[in-house]
C-alpha cells in the first residue's frame, strides 16, 4: 500500500513539475463558489473604494487568500492522488477515505468562500455591492 502511494505521489510531483495550472483555474476547479475578490483584486478600482473600504478588503485577502490556495490545490493534488491510487488497483476502502478527506476540503472552502460573500456584503455599500456582481458576471 505504501508503494501505491509513493508511486501516486511521485507521478503528481512529476505532472507539476511539466504543467503547472493556474491559481484562477485550479480555484474554480476545486469549488462552486464565486472567486468576488478576484474580481475585487482585478477590477477593485471600477467599485470606488474608499481608503477604509480597500484596506479592510486586503487585510482580508492577506489572512483567507492563502487559506483558500491551499485547500483548492490540496484538493487538486487529492484528487490526482485518488485518481492514480485508483488505477493503481487501491481497495474501495482506501479510496473511500482519499474520497473523504478531498471532499471535507471542499466543504471548508465553500464555508470560507460564503464568509467571504458575507463580509463583502458588510464592507461594501449597496451601489458597490451590485456593480461587483455586475463586474463577476462579466470576468467570468
Known amino acids: 500500500m505504501k508503494k501505491i502511494v509513493f508511486s501516486s505521489l511521485l507521478v503528481l510531483v ?10 484562477d483555474a485550479v480555484m474554480k476547479h ?3 463558489m464565486p472567486n468576488l475578490m478576484i474580481v475585487v483584486k482585478k477590477q477593485g478600482d471600477m467599485l470606488e473604494l474608499s ?3 480597500k484596506q479592510s478588503l486586503d487585510k482580508w485577502m492577506e489572512k483567507h487568500d492563502p487559506i483558500a490556495k491551499k485547500l483548492a490545490f490540496g484538493i ?5 492522488i485518488l485518481h492514480e491510487a485508483a488505477l493503481d488497483g487501491a481497495s474501495k476502502e482506501m479510496l473511500t477515505a482519499m474520497l473523504d478527506t478531498i471532499l471535507k476540503k471542499r466543504e471548508e ?5 460564503t464568509d467571504c460573500r458575507d463580509y463583502l456584503r458588510e464592507i461594501l455599500n ?4 451590485e456593480k461587483l456582481l455586475k463586474l463577476y458576471d462579466k470576468e467570468m
Open 14 to 23: 512529476l505532472a507539476n513539475v511539466q504543467a503547472t495550472p493556474t491559481t
Open 30 to 32: 476545486a469549488n462552486p
Open 51 to 53: 481608503r477604509e473600504q
Open 76 to 80: 487538486k493534488n487529492g484528487e490526482g
Open 109 to 113: 472552502i465553500v464555508e470560507l468562500k
Open 126 to 129: 449597496g451601489e458597490q455591492w
